[in-house]
């Protein structure tokens, strides 16, 4: 009988085509689990298909489970074996229109196939971020809890833009942001019962776009919206380039824009002397102080801007003033790294990234901030079709009002499961890890005469480079005045761009690189959940070994390699 | 001798808890299990943890199985029991806060306690987005294949925000987008081989903010940027609530937005002869045209807007013209619905929510602009550290340029999935399924002379509502003049209201509800995944029994209730 139903099933395949079926899974089931989930017998089920009664769904429990338990196996797999590819993608640009079709298919195709495809076509175009010789950029590392975060989020799937539509999402959120803040000592005023409060923004950009329109509609809402074009916003130079787009979206004008000069005397980090002078010459040229970004472990070498002084500062001309923590704010649930923000009680808004060295995927920006209103007075709309008791009650928050889209994930989940499945001390341990990797590494740096660390280390970046030194042709041959200066250092900059180059063509590590007051230097950033002690020793002998071959061909060959 | 060694790993829990240690998952693990990740012997295993040498991590691949495997089952569980759970969430305010620590633990808790509070505490919150009587707002549904691309996206979690950080990324985001763009037969100007691109952002208003930014830019270059102020951007009454958001967000005047009145009479559609006469009035008064957000399916009423006739006067202005088809534009990859979007050729970007009607949950909106190289002026930043030959060489998209942050989740997998787990054909079969559902509803409400159908149904919602005629007291006892008619207007309204709120309190459907031209009426979407007819016919049921309820009150009870 069973037979005689698939074959009939099989037959009836233009039958399920009808725009009654939303799906064709026919060849994926069997005939059993049809009836089983339909709680039907035989005769029911043929009767129900020739009646075209029978709607498969996309979401059904029974194919979800299987295909689901699929993709946890190839994941694991994946896991198991990540560190058999090269760590940066060697692909050429185009590689993959080479490689699929041009269209979508016409009819459904197995998950086996598709699978298959991400094995064969998707894995050499990835970067592989989980990688444990992943040492590139700032991590952002992930975990079992928080992709089973994911797969909560993506499976009960609300749109979580006010209270009512799904209470649990937003009461989460609040109460994992208070945990979140009560981890990293967040001062009173930034929590519900000192009247502040947290949000889950997708990233440092918009947690920046939203302060930023909040800071500004305050001051546009006493002098006009005309003043617009005289606010000015202050960073550094090394404040993460987020800040000048979000400076552009919210419409300052670019030349209202300061990104003031550090030096390595402050260790590249803003000095509020500066910071005062530019704000007193933008003052008497009419212009109006608006926003400051202050930042705590900067992109590109980790600097830490010094909070309280600059607070000081920007609070002498009511300036909305925010932390962007986005790399290092992590670091701060130890309570020997909570020291670097310290002068955050002086501030309006503070950001991190979960999603970078929390173990939290993308997309994960926690923002708390002092006054909630301020968002909301800028962000909130009331249309018809969303009023609601809740809302009207004024008991409860609608997060829509404190971002900028009125969807949002339900992304509390996945920081919830991180939270819960790790414990605290066990993430200031993940933390205290790689900071300790990143003094090894440092330590095997200093060994070598021939390199040297840049920067001090404040969290788990290692900036280093080929010494000049160790430069074949650096110490004879050119003169030693100004023009000989310059060119030794941009000799010994293209050296190390190349030794760079030869790291990561490798594809066993993968590391990037800045350029800090003319110096350009390797990014050796540890932060990779995979990581273990014998990762960065390998590394270190990947570095060594490259400079090895490099610096010893000719000092021609160097030159123009 | 496991015996022993599980004792000495219970023993060992400070040696597990010192920096070295990643994590703890020791009550998680057991001895073989252990020894076999670690392919080592018991005496191997004692040695190691003495020394302090094993770091367990929070990404080991059997754990992951083992967690992952729980999870799918967790999940296939809720959605077989779904329906059993009220649809709208009935908790009060605050109902979280009094069941869950106000603390983050300290120390690790196990996935099983975790998935048993999603269980008891979360669930109680949930409002039910994927329940088939989920008829609110508009779905944003799931599918199996879009909650395993979500899980490989969280489990490679690669930052994307250029093609060298991730190529496949970038390059299966070109691709998806492309083999969209023809199943929608887009023209060809946005198309990659016609100049133009697409690009999946988070959501509608990041859609709005960069094409509104990239459009108040390319005036600003050529003005100055004082002119700031002067920009005007036209939508309707009907469009939705974030285009005001995002105009606001990019610094335009509150002043010059405009929401121009729509009408039964265009069946709230927005007039282009409105539109003209609007940006004349603003011309003469100095103000500069800037942007028109035409709507194709609006979120009230599923109206839509003449697309040709407005793009022809708005191009009169050289303004940028963005269609916003965020719910109904899933609907145009079926021929017979391809007519809604017709006019977009004199457009100058597109965006649709896959996230909401196209199986794939939040967030998936695909945006297409003619000329990415607008966005790209406006949002690209080049700092160092991202430097680097792909970029330079001019042969790659970093997409990072093309939207707001600098991060990026790797989108395009989910999107991918379920293009190919599904197939163009069932993808159309499952549209046309819902619209043929929502005539199905609309023909029962018909059916009852108590009821009305208030607007004629374009694609899967029904907006309806108790007519006025089946009001006690409607037709004596009240002047017939204008008071009179605003009245009864009034008091429809509040009963229709009334019902709303009887139906979703009783949690077994969930409907929503809007007001057009003063009329207030109850929104039935169908865009579950897994509704069906059976689920269509208990709605009504529902309705008509609680209308029967609440009309069969005496009319002093029903006006005051």
């Given at each position: 009988m069973q037979e005689v139903i698939i074959t009939n099933l099989a037959e009836k395949k233009k039958h399920w085509q009808q725009?009654?079926?939303?799906?064709?899974?026919s060849p994926r089931y069997n005939c059993n689990y049809i009836m089983k989930s339909l709680q039907c017998d035989c005769q029911h089920l043929l009767e129900n298909i020739v009646g075209n009664k029978i709607a498969m769904n996309p979401l059904d429990p029974g194919e979800f489970r299987r295909q689901g338990h699929m993709v946890v196996d190839f994941l694991a797999k994946y896991y198991e074996n990540i560190?058999?590819?090269?760590?940066?993608s060697q692909v050429e640009p185009g590689y993959l229109s080479k490689r699929l079709p041009s269209s979508a298919p016409q009819d459904e195709e197995p998950m086996e196939a598709i699978l298959d495809d991400v094995h064969q076509h998707i894995f050499p175009g990835l970067?592989?971020?989980?990688?444990?010789n992943f040492f590139a950029y700032y991590q952002t590392n992930t975990s079992t809890a928080a992709i089973l975060g994911e797969m909560l989020c993506a499976g009960f799937?609300?749109?979580?833009?006010?209270?009512?539509?799904?209470p649990a999402a937003t009461e989460l959120e609040s109460l994992v942001m208070d945990w979140l803040g009560k981890m990293l000592d967040l001062?009173?005023?930034?929590l519900p019962f000192g009247n502040g409060g947290g949000v889950i923004e997708g990233n440092t950009s918009e947690a920046i776009i939203c302060t930023l329109t909040a800071a500004r509609d305050r001051v546009l809402r006493k002098?006009?919206?005309?003043s617009i074009a005289k606010l000015v916003v202050y960073g550094s130079?090394?404040?993460?380039c987020s800040f000048q787009k979000a400076a552009r979206v919210v419409g300052?004008?670019?030349?209202?824009f300061r990104a003031l000069k550090t030096t390595r005397s402050t260790l590249f980090g803003l000095s509020p002397d500066s910071l005062e002078k530019a704000i007193r010459l933008d003052i008497n040229a009419g212009l109006i102080p608006l926003y400051l970004c202050a930042t705590?472990?900067?992109?590109?070498?980790a600097a830490v801007d010094p909070l309280e002084p600059l607070c000081k500062v920007a609070s002498k001309f009511s300036m909305w003033i925010h932390v962007d923590a986005?790399?290092?704010?992590?670091?701060?649930?130890?309570p020997e790294y909570?020291?670097?923000?310290?002068?955050?009680?002086?501030?309006?808004s503070f950001s991190f990234n979960a999603?970078?060295?929390?173990?939290?995927?993308?997309d994960c920006c926690c923002l708390w901030v002092k006054d909630p209103n301020a968002l909301v007075n800028s962000l909130s709309t009331d249309p018809e079709y969303l009023k609601n008791e809740a809302t009207e009650s004024?008991?409860?928050?609608?997060y829509a009002d404190w971002q900028l889209s009125l969807s949002r994930r339900f992304r509390a989940l996945k920081l919830w499961l991180v939270l819960r499945s790790h414990g605290v001390q066990n993430l200031r341990s993940h933390i205290r890890n790689h900071c300790r990797l990143a003094k090894l590494f440092e330590e095997l740096v200093e060994e070598?005469?021939?390199?040297?660390?840049?920067f001090p280390i404040n969290f788990a970046l290692v900036c280093f480079r080929i010494r000049p030194s160790g430069v074949a042709g650096m110490s004879n041959?050119?003169?030693?005045n100004e023009h000989g200066e310059a060119w030794k250092l941009n000799e010994v900059n293209r050296l190390n761009a190349q030794l760079l180059h030869a790291i990561n063509a490798s594809g066993r590590v993968f590391m990037s690189h800045t350029t800090v007051g003319g110096v350009y230097v390797l990014r050796f950033a540890v932060g990779a959940t995979l990581v273990t002690e014998k990762h960065v020793i390998m590394a270190w002998k990947v570095v060594q070994e490259h400079a090895n071959s490099l610096l010893s061909m000719p000092a021609s060959e160097q030159h123009s390699a």
């Open positions: 725009p009654h079926f939303i799906s064709l899974p560190e058999k590819y090269p760590v940066l970067t592989h971020w989980q990688s444990p799937n609300v749109a979580g833009f006010n209270w009512v539509s799904s001062p009173r005023p930034f002098l006009g919206h005309n130079d090394q404040t993460n300052i004008d670019p030349r209202n705590v472990g900067t992109t590109s070498c986005a790399y290092a704010g992590a670091s701060c649930i130890c909570r020291k670097f923000i310290n002068g955050v009680e002086f501030a309006d999603h970078k060295w929390l173990l939290t995927p993308l004024k008991q409860v928050i609608d070598d005469p021939q390199f040297e660390v840049v041959g050119h003169a030693d």
